[in-house]
């Protein structure tokens, strides 16, 4: 069964850091372009960054370019969204996606049930 899971969200505080893990079973990352997106309530799903299967090329949302940084692993079949310096603004529910093309621009057919980040005080 292909599945992704997403885990690390949380509640941390303005500033603050945390690394959200996508792990795959089912089926192998490393023919995948692996993107990572977030939805608030009553708002469209965004893309946030994205990382592909070839050379490690990555993408950055200009609100998280500097801050977020994507890594794969592809020994654990995991992918990392580390982010750092948090804002408030930051809170969402994070996904990751696979994309079977590898080229970052979809379609992404398979996604994680979603983790939720809320950055407060």
């Known amino acids: 069964q292909v599945q992704l899971v997403e885990s690390g969200g949380g509640l941390v505080q303005p500033g603050g850091s945390l690394r959200l893990s996508c792990a795959a079973s089912g089926f192998t990352l490393d023919y995948y372009a692996i993107g990572w997106f977030r939805q608030v309530p009553g708002k469209e799903r965004v893309g946030v960054s994205c990382?592909?299967?070839?050379?490690?090329?990555?993408y950055y949302a200009d609100s998280v370019k500097g801050r977020f940084t994507i890594s794969r692993d592809n020994a654990k079949n995991t992918v990392y969204l580390q982010m750092n310096s948090l804002k408030a603004e930051d809170t969402a529910v994070y996904y990751c996606?696979?994309?079977?093309?590898?080229?970052?621009?979809?379609?992404?057919?398979?996604w994680g049930q979603g983790t939720q980040v809320t950055v407060s005080s």
């Open positions: 996606a696979a994309d079977p093309t590898g080229s970052m621009k979809g379609p992404y057919d398979y």
């Open positions: 990382i592909n299967n070839n050379d490690g090329s990555t």
